[in-house]
């Protein structure tokens, strides 16, 4: 059995990736379509939230990935520094645009679900802030990578800058955790009880989760994709520079 560091060869990895990906995707498009047109059409609505509570299948699965995408960066970043595979830092850098949109996507659609149910469209929630200010650091990271020529320096300072934001990336997922004050409620996803339990306040019932739970597998399949399909196109367009680069040499 091969070690997992041969998929540091980029030719390698470009053609597991052309066996992968259809898989992958069939795979995120199938949950997708069956998660959301189960949740948003097949549930009933929420008794005290109506059928506000369904945006939970868009809002949950986009702020998770958007938070663990950064971790992902965040690993891919040190492999990196570590041992020098240009691969990861490229994985890290197509992680990035795809884990903003996901951050976009969860501010959004917090805010259409909070205004209803806090009576504001935005509130300065220890939760809340940490991740807009993970989102700012996708922003800054993506364009470091577009401001400097060199890719090893670009790597080099943007992984640097995904440490850094790795602290926000934390505290986006335990702020409820480490303060009780704020609007956004605690942890739920992963606490069930059923419809007629005695405490539903802060836990997810059955007939909500199941969808959910298919949406965010949805999500995360979506993420692998783009994330591998965006990897092979920023490998290939290394190489063409290179060639390029030679080229003008000649």
Not at 122 to 142: E, V
Not at 156 to 165: A, I, R
Not at 195 to 212: M, Y
């Amino acid at each position: 059995m091969g070690s997992v560091w041969e998929y540091a060869n980029p030719v390698k990895f470009s053609r597991t990736v052309s066996k992968v990906l259809p898989f992958v995707s069939v795979g995120a498009l199938a949950c997708l379509a069956v998660g959301l047109v189960w949740g948003f059409f097949f549930t009933p609505e929420d008794y005290r939230q109506g059928s506000t509570v369904k945006i939970i299948y868009l809002h949950v699965p986009a702020a998770m990935v958007a938070i663990n995408a950064w971790l992902m960066m965040l690993v891919a970043s040190l492999i990196w520094l570590v041992r020098r595979h240009h691969v990861s830092a490229l994985a890290a850098r197509a992680a990035a645009p795809v884990g903003l949109v996901m951050t976009l996507i969860a501010l959004a659609t917090g805010a259409i679900w909070g205004q209803p149910m806090w009576g504001t469209w935005w509130a300065w929630d220890p939760r809340l802030t940490s991740f807009l200010i993970l989102t700012l650091f996708y922003l800054g990271y993506i364009a470091l990578w577009e401001a400097l020529e060199d890719p090893d320096t670009a790597a080099d300072l943007t992984s640097v800058l995904c440490l850094v934001g790795s602290v926000f990336a934390i505290l986006s997922r335990y702020a409820v955790n480490f303060w009780n004050q704020g609007l956004h409620q605690g942890a739920s996803v992963m606490r069930v009880e059923a419809v007629t339990g005695a405490d539903t306040e802060e836990k997810v019932s059955n007939i909500f989760f199941a969808p959910l739970m298919v949406c965010m597998a949805g999500f995360v399949l979506l993420f692998l994709a783009l994330v591998l399909l965006r990897t092979r196109t920023e490998i290939h367009r290394r190489r063409l520079k290179a060639i390029e680069a030679r080229e003008r040499m000649a």
